[in-house]
């Protein structure tokens, strides 16, 4: 299966400028982005130049995997930042069956933010596990395999400027296999507009 565009990087661009317009308008005295690491790396230095207008601090936190006999997680990298009494955003590149973002929500919460939300990229509301609504969304994803823009299988990929739909039995085999077609090696890269929902707003 060749790799196949879900999300340019214009379609990205411009989404990332209504999620930006969308917390500047709810927190009009500052916001504190917390990035999940790795994955939201991209997304966040994106927002983050582009909410206007209000004052934008962003820390970072990392968490292992989940481990399959317990489900238990332990944080790898913590907010250096210091969470209370303030408006605080969770950056996320997507939002799946919602275990990370209770994890991590509870731990901020902990900490006596003002207020604290959680903001996506890309989610995929019908594999949550944990019930959890995504304030600001970027997209809507059904099951597609995604990468590309932070998302990454063995740390292949992350790099890319948009976001493209292939097979996880591909990558299993072979991760590097989309390497030739994704960065401009060979003729593999096909676009498919219009498949992905927007947030709150649909994209054109």
């Not at 590149?93 to 959680?118: C, F, H, K, N, W």
Request: hydrophobic letters at 45%.
């Amino acid at each position: 299966m060749d790799p196949t565009v879900l999300l340019d990087a214009d379609r990205i661009e411009r989404t990332v400028r209504r999620l930006g317009a969308e917390i500047a308008a709810d927190h009009p005295d500052g916001v504190l982005l917390v990035a999940v690491l790795k994955g939201a790396l991209c997304f966040a230095a994106d927002l983050a130049r582009r909410i206007p207008g209000v004052d934008v601090e962003v820390d970072f936190i990392s968490i292992s995997r989940f481990a399959p006999d317990s489900g238990r997680v332990k944080i790898l990298q913590d907010v250096a930042a210091d969470v209370g009494g303030r408006d605080v955003v969770l950056v996320e590149d997507i939002v799946d069956t919602g275990l990370t973002v209770a994890y991590l929500l509870g731990q901020l919460e902990a900490r006596g933010p003002r207020a604290v939300s959680t903001c996506a990229l890309l989610d995929r509301p019908r594999r949550r596990i944990v019930p959890h609504e995504v304030r600001y969304r970027g997209f809507e994803l059904d099951d597609e395999f995604v990468l590309g823009y932070g998302l990454h299988v063995h740390d292949l990929y992350r790099n890319l400027p948009f976001v493209v739909a292939g097979s996880r039995a591909d990558v299993a085999v072979a991760p590097d296999c989309y390497v030739p077609a994704l960065y401009g090696r060979g003729a593999g890269l096909r676009g498919a507009g219009g498949r992905v929902a927007g947030g709150r707003t649909e994209e054109p």
